[in-house]
Structure formats: C-alpha cells, structure tokens
C-alpha cells in the first residue's frame, strides 16, 4: 500500500487534537450553528447532490451512449469516483470543523488557495445557475393559462396568418427563443435588458437570499420542501407518463443496450464526469454542511446513503423524462403518418378512412402501380419512431422545449406545466442553498468581512453583488453567456479542484492519521475498498478525465450555436465560432480558479523563504484561529 507523506511542520498546531474535539463542540453549541436532526442534514445534501444535472444530462447521455450499457460505466466510476471523494469531504469537514478555506489552511497553509478556487467556482456556478431558476420561475408565472400560451403560435400584425419566425419553427420554439429570451444572433449583439427576464431573476434572487438568509437555521427548514416535493412530482409524472400512448417506446428505446458502446472511451469520459458533476463535489459545500455535524456522527454511512439516493435519482428521472420523450415521438410519429395518408388521399382522390398507418404500404404499391407517374410526384416524409426517438437534447433544450411541447398535448395541460416547474424550482433551489455556503462560509474564513458584521448582511450582500452581475443574462445575448459559463465554469476547474482535494488528504494530512480520526469519529478504521480508491484509484480516475478532456478541448475549436431566423436551414441551430475575446473570458472562469491552486502554494513559499525566522515560527506555531484561517493573503 502506498505510504508516502509529505512534510508538514506544525500541523498538530494548527488541528485540534482528537481529544479536543469533543469539548470544542460543546464550546460551538451556543456560537456555531447546528442541524436540528439527522434528517435536516441528509435531506440538505441530498438537494445539494440531486439538481437540475439529473434531470436534463443524465438521461441525454444514457440515449447517446447505447441506453441499458452507459449504465455499467456510470456505476462503475460512481463506486470508484463519487463515493470515495464524497466520504472524504464528508469526513475531512466533520473532523476539522471548518468551511473549505478553514480545512486547506488547516492541513497546511499553502493549501489556502484550494479553498479560495472552490468559493470561485461556487460563485460563478451560482452566478448563471439562479439565472435558470429565474427562467424556470417565468415559465410557471406563465403555466396559469389555458391554453399555455407556448401551445400555439401568434398571429402576425395584419391577423391573417402566424407570425413568420414561429411558423417556420414551433410554438414552443418560438415561445422560447422568442417572447421569452429575444435572442439575437450573436453573442457579440447584447442588445437591451428584457424587463421580464429581470423581474424573474429579482425574484429569484429574494427567494434565495430569504431561504439562506441565517445560513443552514433557514436552509435547513426549506429542504423539508425543496428536497422532497422533487420526487412527488417525478413519482407523478410516472404515473402519468405510464398512461400516455408511446411512454413504453420511450423508456425501451432508454434502457435497451448497445455494448458496443463500452468499447468508446467518451462513454467513459461522458459517464466519469457525470458521476463528478452531480455530486455536486469540490464546491466546498459540503465540507461545511458537514462542519456542523456531531464528533460522532457515522459520515461514512452518509456518504453511501446520499450516493445511492443520487444514482437511483438519476436512473428514475431518466425513467420519467424518456416516457414523456416516448409519447412526445409517438405523437410526431402519428403526425408525420397523417400527413403522408393525406398526400395519398389528395393525389389519388382517394375516399377518406380507406388508408391507414395499417394499410398505408399496400395503398403506396397499388397508386404506384395503377399511376406510377402521378405516384412520383407526391413527396411523403420519413416516418421513423427511432428516429424521433434518437432526437436527444440535454439542459434548457429538454426543459423548455420538449417538455413543454409534451405537456401541451396533455389533457389539463396547466396543472402538468405548474408541477414540472415547480420540481425543477425546488430542484434548482436546493443546489443554490449549496451554492451560497460554499461562498458565504470561506468568506468568513478568509476574514476579508468584519466580524461584527451579521450574516443577513453578509448573505444580502453576495446575493445582491451576484444580482447585479448576472444582468448580463438578461440581455438578448443572455442564453449565449450562460452556455459559455456553464461550459467552462463548472467543469474543468472541479476537476483539478478534487484531485488536490484528495492528494491534499491523503499524502499531506496523511492518509494514517486522516485513518486514526475515522476511527476515532464512527468507532472503526476504513476498509481496504477506501484505503485503495483514495490512495491511488480514485486520483488516477481525475487525472485521467481531466487529460483527456484537456486534450479534446485544446484540439477543439470554441464554437457555440445560435437561433438565426435568416439562417437557410432554420428551425435548426447555426454553428459559429465564437468571437476571439470569448477566449479571456474562458482564461478567467476555468484557468484561474485552476492556477489560484498552485499560484497561492508559490506565493507562501516565496514569503516564508523571506521571512524572518521568528515570524515563521509565529506561522506554523500558534493555534489561533487567526493563525488556521488567516486573511486572504495570510
């Protein structure tokens, strides 16, 4: 097994010692918050695991990689990947009692900056993630019409006909793209602020700073809601789902599997970084949830717990989502067969009822042979069910677009629209609640805000900077910002994040001693299945996805697709390349909270050489908060 640590002076200064531990939590009672019970804590991580990402990305990746057989890499890297690096967070924060920049700078202060780069990408996440929960929060405002009003199209200015753009694509198309977004054509034209967009986005950022306002005293009542209500509807929907003509097509066409997909490594890459994402892990909100654990709580058996509840989540979301995708095919598979019979029936004058889809074959071959010339004429569309299947979309394209497009054709179309917004709203809150403690926490860590300050300032203060910023996504360009930062923002970055996280615990907290406060916390050491994914499975995975990753998106020209109404093969997106400057903006949200790692471990090392000899062993001596959390620069 391998054994290597390296050296790290002055860390039984800076970590309270096992024996400590217990009356340090009795000391918090009364200054630290705390969760009221075991439910309240798990049901918060839960909903910070389970997002929007289990809905919209996992079951898009199940029909892209052969359906049943993307299942075996996403649970294979899900007990090699997810669990082992979900347990260590767990444990690390329970242990040493602190939010992420607490717990670097604790194991060592050159390891501050591990803790600053996950308060930077929990914040750029949060910055564009409460911008969908704005859009979801419109589509429900707007789910209390009947008929919705995405179900048809608008008539032009004279009312002889709908207008053109909607026409010429769909009425959920054009609801979206159009009377919600009014995108423009590039991401070069910002255009004007939609007022809509930032009357949904003002109240989405109240509900929030409402919701997190004192921190886990107010989050943790919320997630009774925000973490349950999810599966309700999901369970609902089923039901529902299960009665729609097609939904079985759908959820066989899901789950048959092709093996030879196996044999791809992107269905490993795709499976390792969706495993990754919806854990929600290297944000640092857990390690603060976990914080404000009891000494002795069993956080091994959470981590399980929570794991298996996120990949049954996923498989059962995908379940509902492919029966509606299932009946919203069958329906463009009746149409298409419609049309067909009605060219038929209009080129032969043909009596009304005589065709088919049964029949529809044997009336081709007897017009063709009665009129083979008057047959060549007709042009019949391709009617074909695994093709409209096989049209898979992912994120804002299946919430707003196919969803959408199914629940008009349901009877009661209001009461579906309302449910499903109101899941992906508590779906999207629950994750945000995660969001703000891995920004609110290491803030007060870094002691950049003033003691004195309460944390309602605190947290309205984030939640309005945040605001401000995010107006960028309600210009008409908006959508074309939010693609590039969640492209880049929550990708890479986590990646490099994890991989320090675990190589941090294991090689320099030691993985020995890091094995004693386990035993010490749940009353036994873990077994060789920890021992080997942390020491050297689990590194090996990340640093392999990330290789490949880099080395697919260095190849790789940066491109992104827009709505162009101009554009000859419109409704269908137009690939562009985007503009040169989008390439600082990539730099900024994926390259620097990468190189804040290693460039804050340079910049201690430099100060400590040029420090006096009594100021550095004021640094590593004195077990004072200050001296564990320090400023920024500290």
Not at 88 to 101: H, M, N
Not at 374 to 385: E, G, I, N, P
Not at 575 to 584: D, F, M, N, S
Request: charged share 15%.
């Amino acid at each position: 097994m391998v054994r290597l640590a390296l050296p790290n002076p002055g860390l039984e200064a800076r970590i309270p010692s096992l024996g400590e531990l217990e009356r340090i939590e009795q000391e918090e009672s009364s200054s630290r918050p705390k969760w009221d019970n075991k439910a309240q804590y798990m049901l918060t991580c839960v909903g910070f695991c389970v997002g929007l990402g289990n809905v919209w990305r996992f079951p898009y990746l199940c029909q892209s990689h052969g359906g049943g057989a993307f299942m075996i890499p996403f649970l294979v890297l899900l007990v090699l990947e997810g669990i082992p690096l979900l347990y260590l967070e767990f444990a690390i924060g329970q242990r040493l009692r602190k939010g992420s920049v607490g717990v670097w700078s604790a194991i060592h202060p050159a390891l501050k900056g591990l803790g600053i780069a996950s308060m930077f990408v929990s914040f750029m996440v949060g910055l564009y993630y409460n911008t969908i929960i704005a859009w979801v929060m419109w589509y429900f405002f707007n789910s209390f019409q009947e008929p919705l009003p995405w179900s048809q199209c608008p008539l032009n200015a004279n009312q002889t006909g709908y207008v053109e753009e909607c026409a010429r694509s769909s009425s959920v198309d054009y609801f979206w793209y159009r009377e919600t977004l009014n995108i423009s054509t590039s991401i070069d034209d910002s255009g004007s602020v939609q007022w809509w967009i930032l009357l949904a986005l003002t109240c989405a950022w109240s509900v929030l700073y409402v919701c997190t306002i004192r921190g886990i005293e107010t989050t943790g009542k919320a997630v009774y809601i925000t973490s349950t209500l999810p599966y309700v509807v999901l369970t609902i929907f089923l039901i529902r789902g299960l009665t729609l003509k097609g939904a079985t097509s759908g959820i066989v066409f899901l789950f048959t599997p092709n093996v030879s997909e196996l044999a791809k490594p992107a269905a490993w890459l795709d499976a390792g970084a969706q495993v990754f994402y919806s854990f929600s892990l290297a944000f640092g909100g857990l390690i603060s949830f976990s914080s404000y654990n009891p000494v002795h709580n069993n956080c091994e058996m959470d981590s399980v717990i929570v794991s298996v509840i996120n990949g049954f989540t996923s498989v059962y979301a995908a379940t509902v989502v492919y029966s509606i995708i299932g009946f919203r095919a069958t329906e463009r598979y009746d149409d298409c067969f419609s049309t067909n019979i009605l060219t038929l029936i209009n080129g032969f004058d043909l009596p009304e009822g005589n065709v088919t889809q049964e029949n529809f074959a044997e009336a081709q071959q007897w017009c063709n042979a009665s009129d083979p010339v008057a047959y060549a004429k007709l042009r019949f569309q391709a009617c074909d069910m695994d093709t409209f299947l096989s049209q898979g979309v992912e994120g804002t394209g299946l919430a707003f677009i196919v969803f959408t497009e199914a629940i008009t054709k349901m009877p009661v179309a209001p009461l579906w629209s309302v449910l499903f917004f109101i899941m992906l709203f508590c779906l999207g809150l629950s994750s945000m609640f995660g969001n703000m403690e891995g920004v609110v926490v290491p803030l007060q860590d870094l002691n950049i805000i003033p003691k004195k300050w309460p944390k309602e300032l605190l947290t309205g203060l984030i939640c309005l900077g945040t605001y401000l910023i995010a107006f960028i996504f309600t210009l008409n360009s908006g959508q074309y910002w939010l693609s590039l930062l969640d492209s880049y923002a929550g990708s890479i970055p986590l990646l490099v994040i994890a991989f320090f996280e675990m190589v941090s615990v294991v090689y320099v907290y030691g993985v020995d001693r890091f094995n004693r406060d386990i035993e010490f916390m749940i009353g036994h050491k873990p077994n060789i299945f920890w021992q080997v994914t942390w020491r050297v499975v689990s590194p090996l995975l990340m640093l392999a996805i990330f290789l490949f990753f880099f080395v697919i998106e260095v190849r790789e020209e940066l491109t992104y697709n827009i709505w162009d109404p101009a554009y000859e093969e419109f409704p269908k997106s137009k690939e562009i390349k985007y503009p040169g400057w989008v390439y600082a903006v990539v730099v900024l949200v994926a390259g620097v909270p990468c190189l804040v790692i290693p460039g804050f471990a340079i910049y201690k090392l430099i100060r400590n050489h040029f420090q006096r000899p009594g100021d550095q062993r004021a640094l590593v001596s004195s077990p004072s908060a200050a001296s564990v959390n320090g400023g920024l620069w500290s």
